[in-house]
Every structure is written in C-alpha cells, then in structure tokens.
C-alpha cells in the first residue's frame, strides 16, 4: 500500500467509525478475517475486486458507500503533472491540517516536496535535531505524508531509502463558515491508488485522472 492509500485509509476509517457503532465493525472484521484474510481496512484498496463476495454485507457497505466514499473528495483541476482535489471528509481534512501546522513536519515536507532525499539529509537541510527529526520523519510515513520511491548510495557506501512528500501543494479557503482545503497529488500517484480508482468508479467518474 503506498503512501496515499494509507493517508486515505486511515480517514476513511475514522469516518465509518462517525456512521457505524464498534460493534457491528468488529463483527465485520472478524468475518472479514475468517473469510477472506483481510482486515476491515483493507477492504477498501480492494473494493472493486471484492464486490461480489461481499454481498453478505450489502446494507453495510453500501450505507458506507453513501455516506463516506462518495462524498470523501472530488476532482477539482488539473495539470500535465499534478491533480487538485477538494477535500470534503473532515478527518482527512484535518490530518491533513494538523500535519502542516506542525512547523517542523511542515519543514520536511517543504524540503522533499520536489526533490527526494535520505532521511539523515533531510534533517540535516532542515536543521532538525536527530531524536525529533526522526520522530516527525516517522509519524509522516506511518500516516502516508511521505513515500519511499527508491534507493540512492549513502556516504558510508550503504543502500539508504529515498523520500518524498506525497502532497505537492495545500490551498485552504474559507467560504462563509466553512473552511475548504484542497491538496495537489501527482498524477502517477493517483493512477496507481486503489483507494481512489475505487471513489471514482463508484462516482463513475474516472476520466479526469486516469487519462
């Protein structure tokens, strides 16, 4: 699963926890697990793929079809490189401003957002001390802010891992009460997410990105 998918993922999670009661989720889970070997989570990357044999969870998924994936995001504009989406689910909207209201998270991300580089460097671009540089640098990785997209040669001749930020670029609005953050995702990263291959063929709504 890349970055995407798991920042998407854990948003999503959030909201059906809003439209359905723990209970009938680990009711789900555990079916899910005995069945099919995947978590309720994962479901969701596969949701295409898995429709027909989750028809026994009809009322379930689609209720959560309704109410989370089809009003999660929309496709705003595009360019040759990059695709603005709207954000409109209110837990990835606000990750997603939390996570750049931290300055020193938002400090790495501003320096990997257009050229990848090694963990040990970027904290040392961005000045960061090692214990809390490395402890940002991981929470951005578990939450899907940052990437892996390969590997360069470290100055000890070691193999180190290359990041990059996954969100390009961050616009927030306010129209009257509402406060509307968009976010700008490379193309090639919204081609290969299956987390949003599967809210466009639900909102059949898949040329905008895909071509």
């Known amino acids: 699963m890349d970055g995407l998918d798991t920042l998407l993922l854990k948003a999503i999670t959030k909201s059906i926890q809003d439209e359905m009661d723990s209970e009938k989720i ?6 899910l697990r005995q069945e099919y070997g995947l978590t309720f989570q994962e479901v969701f990357s596969k949701f295409d793929n898995m429709r027909n044999a989750l028809q026994k969870f009809e009322v379930e998924f689609k209720d959560i079809e309704d ?3 089809r ?16 954000v409109k689910d209110r837990h990835l909207a606000e990750m997603i401003l939390k996570t ?13 957002r257009d050229k990848p580089e090694t963990i040990p460097k970027t904290l040392s671009l961005c000045n ?9 640098m991981n929470q951005l990785i578990e ?11 470290s100055f000890e001749g070691k ?13 927030i609005a306010i129209n009257k009460d509402i406060v509307v953050t968009s976010i700008s995702i490379p193309k090639e990263s919204l081609r290969t997410s299956q987390v949003i291959n599967t809210m466009l063929h639900i909102n059949h709504n898949t040329k905008n990105v895909l071509n």
């Not at 009003?71 to 709207?86: C, E, R, V």
């Not at 940052?146 to 590997?151: K, M, N, S």
């Open 159 to 171: 193999r180190a891992i290359l990041y990059k930020a996954i969100i390009q670029k961050i616009q």
């Open 128 to 136: 960061l001390p090692n214990t809390s540089g490395y402890r940002k």
């Open 26 to 31: 680990d009711s789900i889970d555990v079916r």
């Open 67 to 69: 109410k989370v994936l």
């Open 71 to 86: 009003n999660f995001l929309t496709i705003d504009k595009s360019t040759a490189s990059d695709t603005w989406l709207i």
């Open 100 to 112: 750049f209201a931290d300055s020193d998270k938002k400090l790495i991300l501003d320096c990997i």
């Open 143 to 153: 939450d899907g802010f940052v990437l892996p997209i390969g590997l360069t040669e």
